[in-house]
């Protein structure tokens, strides 16, 4: 089945604890991307990546790196989680970012204590 | 920046009646994209409209798009309990970061 999995779906941490979220995809699909979701505020794109070792800060950056190593997994990397982080983050990912339709994963519910 | 403006912001109607959801934005585009959300889970996409589209359907959703107005709207017809959602229009702009840019959505609720 075509999807974008991310683990963990919840996490409780606390200040300064670095974390990591894994997105994997099973599409072959070249663009990743990361969004935080927050009431009143949307969606806003954290990072995103083109392909392999290409990625490029999008909106809200400050406070989390990403890599792309391999095509498939795009993980987003807390290197000190702060209370304002707290959110819910989705990992998208499409063919190319242009034209094509973004395949959501399920999300990740991060709580920062 | 978020570019789309959705509106309305809520809405509520009966089951078997129409919804129509509208988007706005601000720069020229490449396409525009609606996704349908649940509550807390991931963004589902419904429908895509190239720059050069005026109209699209897909089952019980029809999309336009007026690049004069910069605007697009979403009818979802003889609507359903299942319906319930948000739903986002999402924009590629011409110029810029290679990114979808999205609204802040409208929540829809069908009342059985």
């Known amino acids: 089945e075509a999807q974008v999995t991310q683990n963990p779906r919840y996490l409780i941490t606390v200040t300064g604890k670095k974390l990591t979220v894994t997105c994997s995809q099973n599409?072959?699909?070249?663009?990743m991307s990361w969004y935080r979701q927050d009431p009143g505020l949307g969606l806003r794109q954290i990072y995103y990546?083109?392909?392999?070792?290409?990625?490029d800060k999008g909106d809200v950056p400050e406070g989390y790196k990403v890599s792309r190593k391999e095509k498939r997994n795009f993980p987003l990397i807390l290197e000190s989680p702060s209370p304002n982080q707290t959110s819910l983050y989705f990992c998208?990912?499409?063919?190319?970012?242009?034209?094509?339709?973004?395949?959501f994963g399920p999300g990740t519910r991060l709580t920062v204590l | 920046s978020q570019q789309g403006e959705e509106d309305p912001q809520a809405l509520s109607i009966q089951e078997g009646e129409n919804a129509t959801m509208n988007c706005s934005y601000k720069?020229?585009?490449?396409?525009l994209q609606w996704y349908r959300q649940n509550s807390g889970r991931g963004l589902v996409h419904l429908i895509l409209?190239?720059?050069?589209?005026r109209e699209k359907h897909s089952g019980r959703l029809r999309v336009t798009l007026d690049t004069s107005k910069k605007s697009s709207s979403l009818l979802i017809t003889a609507s359903r309990a299942a319906d319930t959602a948000s739903y986002f229009c999402?924009?590629?702009?011409?110029?810029?970061?290679?990114?979808?840019?999205f609204g802040q959505g409208t929540r829809l609720t069908i009342n059985p």
């Open positions: 720069t020229s585009i490449n396409n």
């Open positions: 998208a990912s499409s063919l190319g970012w242009r034209n094509n339709e973004q395949f």
């Open positions: 409209i190239r720059s050069n589209e």
């Open positions: 599409m072959n699909h070249e663009y």
């Open positions: 999402a924009t590629v702009p011409i110029q810029g970061a290679q990114k979808l840019v």
């Open positions: 990546s083109m392909n392999v070792e290409v990625t």
